[in-house]
Structures are given as C-alpha cells and as structure tokens.
C-alpha cells in the first residue's frame, strides 16, 4: 500500500464532500452525534493540522488550535498544504508527544480519519457522496489494524453489522460505528 498514495486520494474525495459546505450549514447535525457541522470541520482541521505538523517538522503536538473564518476555506487550504507537504518529501518517523511513529502509519491513520470525515460532512450537507470502493477497502485494512477495543465508545463507536453482501464503503463505515451506512 502507498500510503501517500492512499492520503493523497483520502484528501481528494474529502475536498469534494467539502465543497458542498454552503453559507449558514454549520449548525446543522453530523453522522457524529456529537458535533455540528461546523465543530466536524474544526476537528478535520485539527487533523490536518496535525499530519502537517508531523510531514514538516517531525513531531505532532498534542494541543488542537481552531480555525477563524470560513472553515470550509480553512479546510481546502490546509489540505492542499498538506499535499505540498507529503510531496516534499517527508521524514521516515514523527514523534506524537514523545513516541515515534513512522510517517507512513501516520498518513495511512490521517487517511482513514479524512475520508471518514468527509463522509460525515457530504451527510450532513444532504449531498451524501460513496467514498469510492477500492479507497474504501484500502481504508478499511488500515482501520482494521489501527482501532482498537478501548477505542470504542470514546473515540469510535461500536461496530454495525452489515448484511454479507455489503460493500467495503459499508463495511469502512459500520466498522467505525456509523449507522445507516448502507442500504437494507
């Protein structure tokens, strides 16, 4: 697996679901019960942040800032810096906090949580967009190895069951807890 590859292309579909974000959308609700729409893009921007911090500097602090403005703009353009950062050519670990992660596990890991989320986003704007099969399966492996059991219920919830003949989209999302992530 590229897992630059697999980021790259994690932003891409993400752009897209963003790109619906309208003017006065950012209260509405979220596939993550938790936040609005608006606190959603604050923590895409977070993540983003984060994988930028880790690509330029090697290390990832552990204290989120907020975007001001439009957070969809805020977005766009920390996701391009996060490109231009990835095509750089990055280091081969990053410290979060003080323990070393190779860049490759920490944008295989900010993959999944974009894409992720910008499935919850084109939701929460009425636009739902499939996040394509193969990226799907890719992310789906990556998930697998990644959330574990103290995860859930904090970071993840529990996992849906989907019938047998779901796609790896479906099983990607049910895997994260999100429900009515595939047709009956």
Do not use: K
């Not at 410290?95 to 860049?103: C, I, M, R, T, W």
């Amino acid at each position: 697996m590229n897992c630059g590859e697999l980021l790259e292309r994690s932003l891409a579909y993400a752009l897209g679901s963003v790109a619906g974000v309208g003017s006065g959308s950012l209260e509405r609700g979220t596939p993550c019960a938790e936040w609005d729409l608006g606190e959603l893009l604050g923590h895409l921007d977070d993540s983003l942040d984060a994988l930028h911090e880790g690509l330029t500097g090697g290390r990832i602090g552990l204290t989120p800032g907020r975007p001001g403005g439009d957070l969809a703009c805020a977005f766009r353009t920390r996701a391009c810096a996060v490109l231009g950062a990835w095509a750089a050519g990055p280091g081969e670990r990053v410290l979060v906090g003080e323990l070393p992660l190779d860049v490759r596990v920490m944008a295989a890991v900010g993959a999944v949580e974009i894409a992720v989320h910008g499935w919850d986003v084109a939701q929460a704007c009425g636009r739902p967009r499939p996040i394509p099969g193969p990226l799907a399966a890719e992310l789906l492996a990556v998930a697998q190895c990644v959330v574990a059991l103290e995860d859930r219920g904090v970071r993840f919830g529990a996992p849906v069951a989907v019938p047998l003949h779901a796609g790896p989209e479906a099983r990607l999302l049910a895997f994260l807890g999100r429900r009515d992530s595939f047709p009956g």
